[in-house]
């Protein structure tokens, strides 16, 4: 099959001359960049699959057997996910089989918070799309794999290492997984691996020196659209799409200007229509949430909350609402709406943020060109400086300044405009940059005296967005968790900011799973850290549906999903569980001497007997 079919049938659309350029190259780049509706993630998963199952022998020789999409947010992961498997599909490629059974078909796994595939190590051999967050992929590649059995970091590090095309995509909001992710495609360039491996990094306001680090040098050349690429009728309405830019009046400080916002907002709205807002903190985004709807209800103005402290159930269900092609209302958000969400709207505000930002929420008014109207407002913050340098977290205070001088300059807000007017950003220079040695030390799994993991969280994210995982169960006062509780399911789980969770832990209990011991075990709020996985008491509070993860929510009890109607509940493994053969899932069996049927008998003893038997038969024939 050619490329041009392959993309047709799997897409319903025709290969743009760039994704075609990139499937037929020499040699794969190490950087891309594309405006935003351009096809990125497409022409990647079809270069790939091309070049993996169609292309001449040493193409498909030279081209690994795994493509490892590493994204910064969840949703990213999800509609990545979703598209890939929609595509595999139609091509008739799709491995759709759990566990052991999979055939030679292409699977494709999530692994992210609260999601992560299970099985997906099982086939080493079989080709295989694996999509996840920086967190989950990066914890893997350093040998500590959050979320993941410690008993299998090894095996899960072997297969992310060896063997793999790594794609980074939407680098500017990775900060400090940019620079890890650099300095391990170099030191596997320097190391060796097994099997072809190949590092690609890619966004739609990318700059060649963003790529460089200690080890890694930046890349001489970018894969970009070229004239053939801008001529596509398609891309030119996007490109010259009309989105009038101005300034709000609002100077957003703090959340006592929520409800002047929320007023400009609902001013601004047209009706029919969708209004996204972008702010840069989650509890702004929950206060103007709040604004919004109290007085858009005498408006009759719907809205919806859409950010990263979600369980997956209401998440998904706010961001389907959001997205839906006939919702009219307002959407409220943070970055978590900057890449890969397939939303528009005819009026956009934003918060003031890195320039890189704004181009990509920009990107989310007037996406296909469809409004005559369509206006950008960003938001400034007040003009005093101490003000300023307050309102400037999570981001540098000459980030937001580089920014705000091309903004004012600027009139007409589309990627053509962006485009001229050729802002260069610097890179921020990344606080631990690892190194050989740290990448050698990592091989030694073994937790320290006093039973904590080396924490890698540094090397993947900054300090304030560092994440850990949180359920409620039902536990009366005073009550431990059991031993034999089914684990967390996927829809159980929220993520939120360990610093938060470390306050919010001083006056409550959490429980965390010894694997060495068996049991839960309780945790301080000081001994928290990313990637950890923690059970709360559901009467202490701490969320709501609509709000996510809301430390002032301690009055009610918080709504427990029951894991045990989900098809795996199954208690947390210890050291010595064997769930696979355990389980019956693996035909393991042994007939003893003077016994009238096989037994069933857990991997370990199976090994221990065959070896013993085997160093029988070789004494025999001695």
């Known amino acids: 099959m050619d490329f041009d079919t392959l993309f047709q049938q799997a897409t319903h659309q025709s290969p743009y001359p760039y994704q075609r350029r990139l499937a037929l190259a020499e040699d794969l780049p190490e950087a891309l960049s594309a405006p935003t509706g351009a096809g990125k993630t497409a022409a990647v998963v079809h270069a790939w699959l091309y070049r993996r199952r169609f292309a001449a022998q040493a193409t498909r020789d030279a081209t690994p057997r795994r493509l490892v999409f590493c994204l910064p947010m969840r949703t990213l992961v999800s509609q990545t996910a979703l598209a890939t498997r929609g595509w595999l599909d139609r091509l008739g490629l799709l491995d759709a089989g759990h566990g052991l059974d999979r055939g030679d078909r292409v699977g494709v796994h999530t692994l992210m918070g609260g999601a992560v595939d299970d099985d997906w190590h099982l086939h080493p051999e079989r080709d295989a799309v694996l999509v996840g967050t920086q967190d989950m992929l990066l914890s893997r590649a350093l040998n500590r794999g959050y979320a993941s059995s410690r008993f299998r970091w090894p095996w899960e590090y072997a297969l992310v290492s060896n063997d793999s095309l790594w794609v980074f995509d939407e680098v500017q909001l990775m900060g400090a997984g940019l620079a890890t992710g650099l300095q391990l495609a170099a030191l596997r360039a320097k190391l060796g691996t097994f099997g072809p491996t190949h590092t690609l990094f890619m966004s739609a306001t990318l700059e060649p020196a963003w790529l460089e680090t200690v080890d890694h040098p930046a890349p001489q050349d970018v894969f970009a659209l070229e004239a053939d690429d801008l001529a596509a009728p398609d891309l030119t309405k996007r490109r010259c799409a009309t989105k009038r830019l101005e300034r709000s009046s609002v100077k957003l400080g703090d959340k006592t200007r929520a409800p002047a916002l929320a007023a400009e907002v609902l001013a601004r709205h047209v009706a029919g229509t969708r209004t996204l807002v972008v702010v840069n903190r989650v509890e702004t985004a929950v206060n103007l949430h709040t ?332």
Request: aromatic share 6%; charged share 35%; hydrophobic share 40%.
């Open 291 to 622: 604004e919004l709807k109290k007085l858009g209800a005498k408006k009759d103005v719907v809205s919806v909350l859409l950010h990263s402290r979600f369980r997956p159930p209401e998440r998904e269900r706010a961001v389907a609402r959001a997205t839906a092609k006939d919702f009219t209302g307002v959407v409220v958000a943070t970055q978590v709406v900057e890449a890969g969400v397939d939303m528009t709207s005819r009026t956009l505000f934003t918060e003031i943020a890195p320039w890189p930002s704004v181009v990509q929420r920009a990107g989310r008014c007037n996406r296909g060109g469809e409004e005559n109207d369509a206006v950008v407002y960003w938001v400034d913050h007040p003009a005093d400086d101490k003000a300023r340098e307050k309102a400037a977290a999570p981001y540098a205070l000459e980030d937001l300044a580089l920014a705000r001088a091309h903004l004012l300059e600027m009139t007409t807000f589309n990627p053509e405009a962006i485009a001229a007017r050729g802002v260069k950003v610097a890179a921020e220079p990344a606080a631990h940059v690892i190194r050989r040695r740290d990448v050698v030390d990592l091989f030694d799994t073994t937790p320290d005296l006093a039973g904590a993991d080396l924490d890698v969280s540094r090397f993947i994210r900054e300090g304030d967005e560092r994440d850990a995982q949180v359920f409620w169960r039902d536990l009366p006062p005073g009550e431990k968790p059991d031993a034999k509780a089914p684990r967390p399911h996927r829809d159980e789980l929220c993520a939120v900011p360990v610093y938060k969770l470390r306050e919010w832990l001083a006056k409550r209990d959490a429980w965390r799973w010894n694997a060495i011991d068996g049991v839960w075990e309780k945790v301080r709020g000081d001994r928290v850290f990313p990637g950890m996985t923690l059970m709360l008491r559901a009467a202490d509070g701490g969320y709501d549906p609509e709000r996510g993860w809301d430390e002032s929510q301690t009055e009610r009890p918080v709504t427990v999903i029951d894991a045990r109607a989900k098809e795996d509940a199954e208690p947390e493994e210890s050291l010595g569980d064997d769930p696979l053969s355990d389980l019956g899932r693996l035909d393991v069996r042994e007939a003893k001497p003077n016994e009238a049927s096989p037994r069933w008998v857990d991997l370990a003893t199976h090994s221990t007997d065959a070896r013993d038997s085997r160093r029988s038969i070789a004494s025999d024939e001695v």
